[in-house]
């Protein structure tokens, strides 16, 4: 049976409009302002809108945390983040629309030269607090710890750590302007990027943003935002 656009509308938004929270923390996924956000994430959010009849409203943020944090607790109707077990209990995902790479850098004298390395007793790797990665690292890690920051790779490094964990891209751009660190060769980690909303949603909701998600995959709708965003194709995830 087919779900009428209102009710779906009416079920995924209930106010009326579409709030889309977006996290500008990571810049594969969204770039610009918080009054003026542009990329992959914001295009989504805003076909979901047209999809539904809806005008939509970006909710902003600068660490996945914040937007996790809205999610659940009602000031979001929608979410884009990466699919983790912890958040799966309180957020319904599609599959993921993109995938990124988790890899790590250490100063260049290190003598941690694989992502095995990396787990070692005494390693202190430096998180950004409530992001994929520091999720996945919490239960994956055997021996090394984790130091948890809010305000970035130098925050990290001040504190000493011995290796820094996070997306590639950024972690990439930030590693070549500083002689003094390089990349550890591999990823620890596939990032799955997704769209979601609260379990709480009729399932013929998570089944039209599932099956949206797909069709934006399969029509070209998400490679052409990620060439707008200018970010690498490569990134789309494969098809359901």
Do not use: W
């Not at 021996?143 to 305000?151: D, I």
């Amino acid at each position: 049976m087919t779900i009428p656009t209102a009710d779906l509308a009416k079920d995924l938004a209930p106010q009326r409009v579409l709030r889309a929270s977006i996290n500008l923390g990571n810049p594969v996924l969204a770039q610009g302002t918080l009054t003026a956000p542009t990329g992959v994430t914001v295009d989504i959010a805003r076909e979901v809108g047209a999809r539904l009849e809806l005008p939509v409203e970006l909710v902003c943020f600068d660490a996945a945390r914040k937007s996790f944090e809205a999610m659940t607790t009602g000031r979001a109707d929608l979410c884009f983040l990466a699919i983790e077990p912890v958040r799966a209990a309180e957020v319904a995902f599609t599959e993921p629309y993109v995938v990124i790479d988790g890899v790590y850098a250490v100063p260049r004298e290190s003598d941690l030269t694989t992502v095995a390395d990396v787990d070692r007793a005494g390693v202190r790797v430096g998180v950004q607090r409530g992001s994929a990665y520091d999720l996945y690292l919490s239960r994956t890690l055997g021996h090394a710890g984790l130091v948890r920051g809010e305000e970035g790779f130098d925050e990290l490094l001040a504190q000493g750590v011995e290796a820094l964990a996070g997306i590639r891209q950024p972690l990439t751009e930030y590693v070549a302007a500083r002689p003094g660190l390089r990349l550890v060769e591999g990823r620890f980690m596939q990032i799955r990027q997704a769209v979601g909303t609260t379990p709480s949603r009729r399932p013929e909701t998570v089944r039209f943003l599932r099956d949206l998600v797909e069709e934006l995959k399969a029509d070209g709708f998400i490679a052409e935002a990620l060439r707008r965003a200018d970010q690498s194709e490569a990134l789309l995830a494969p098809p359901r």
